[in-house]
């Protein structure tokens, strides 16, 4: 490969979460355990080059003050998902800044509902899309999704169509690629959500900050691909932040195509004024999206594509009562506890800081509507996977 995705970072006192900050409370690391970060959101590999190439350029210009958007950033989205998505006829009028995928949310959620008033989701849920929608002020009604017979995580539609209608629903948040499930949907599953969104009157928002990183075999689709009327009505927001771990800059967009749709968001972004453009977010984007950009991408697939194989076998061969759904997309896996605290009569929080005991950094999935869930990241070098699923079985799982 031609980028560098082995190398173990020395990420502990560079302000890295991930590393300084033990989520577990009342989890400590014992002595002799080095820590294997695998719970926030972000990846431990070295970040694409030409980023911090464009960050120093633009450094280097001392000045700092108010500015527009330039032509490279439009021009830059506008490639990237044309090459990536199949996007055609994407104009600069329908992408926006927006600092982070939540905060457009918020946006798009202050322009359509008021406080009181409630909006759809699916469940298992993005802990992000809890905390903001209800301290919006808003409801959350939640349709569940459930596991077919070869444990695919697939959206119930009746459930859907129900709960839109018997709570009034007129406004939805959609995620795809699915967190924490890992579920990339089929354009046929796409299709049947957004007829039922059609059917109900409902404004969509499609989250698709994680749509570069799919699995070999599951394509990302658009959601307002699928259709003309899902163009119309969807809300759609997408980052360079996962792709290439730039949390710490901050930093996304979003893609509106209906005026009346797009306009109101803006307006609602625009009251705050915390909106306005980071210009090192924005530098940092068009270094991302360069052609070697590409290239980094692809080999990072192949990188989380080895480690979720790795990780996904080991678990269901060894952890006996731990059940784990393929994975398709993201890099985080979504562990099912409750057959082994079952049978072993272990507590969740007991099991959370048994895996912190060993260095194993992992996150606590019951925040995710689900009790007996843990989240894994595996955007680590593949050694620390090896070294962490060896851990898990000498020390936890089958302790």
Not at 169 to 198: D, L
Not at 238 to 251: D, I, N, Q
Not at 254 to 279: G, Q
Not at 343 to 358: N, P
Request: some cysteine.
């Amino acid at each position: 490969m031609k980028y560098d995705f082995t190398s173990l970072m020395n990420r502990s006192g560079h302000d890295a979460i991930a590393v300084d900050v033990i989520p577990i409370p009342g989890a400590e690391v014992k002595e002799g355990f080095s820590i294997i970060p695998m719970w926030v959101a972000d990846m431990n590999f070295p970040t694409l080059p030409t980023i911090t190439e464009a960050i120093h350029a633009r450094v280097n210009e001392p000045h700092f003050g108010y500015f527009e958007l330039p032509d490279a950033y439009f021009e830059s989205i506008i490639r990237w998902q044309k090459v990536r998505n199949g996007v055609d006829g994407l104009t600069r009028e329908c992408i926006g800044y927006e600092n982070g995928v939540l905060g457009g949310v918020i946006s798009a959620v202050t322009a359509f509902t008021e406080p009181g008033e409630a909006i759809l989701l699916h469940s298992p849920t993005y802990i992000g899309f809890t905390g903001s929608v209800e301290n919006s002020g808003r409801k959350i009604v939640l349709s569940d999704l459930v596991q077919d017979e070869n444990g695919v995580w697939r959206m119930d539609y009746e459930d859907m169509d129900r709960k839109l209608k018997e709570h009034k629903i007129h406004f939805a948040i959609f995620c795809s690629p699915h967190n924490p499930t890992g579920r990339v949907w089929e354009r046929w599953e796409i299709e049947k959500a957004m007829e039922v969104y059609a059917a109900n009157d409902c404004i969509v928002i499609s989250d698709e900050i994680w749509s570069d990183l799919t699995l070999p075999g599951h394509p990302h689709i658009p959601t307002q691909s699928v259709s003309e009327d899902a163009k119309k009505r969807t809300i759609a927001f997408y980052a360079t932040t996962k792709t290439f771990s730039l949390a710490g800059l901050v930093g996304s967009y979003h893609i509106i195509y209906n005026s009346y749709l797009r306009d109101r968001v803006e307006k609602a972004s625009s009251y705050s004024h915390y909106n306005s453009p980071n210009v090192l977010s924005v530098h940092a984007l068009i270094g991302a999206y360069r052609p070697e950009g590409y290239q980094w991408v692809d080999e990072l697939r192949e990188v989380l594509d080895e480690n979720t194989r790795y990780a996904y076998e080991y678990i269901t061969t060894h952890f006996e009562g731990v059940h784990l759904s393929k994975p398709e997309g993201t890099y985080m896996l979504y562990l099912d506890c409750e057959k082994w605290c079952h049978a072993h009569q272990m507590e969740m929080d007991d099991l959370l800081k048994a895996g912190v005991s060993v260095g194993v950094i992992w996150q606590d999935g019951r925040p995710f509507h689900r009790a007996y869930a843990i989240r894994l990241n595996v955007a680590v070098p593949h050694s620390l996977v090896v070294e962490a699923m060896d851990r898990l079985d000498k020390y936890v799982f089958r302790a």
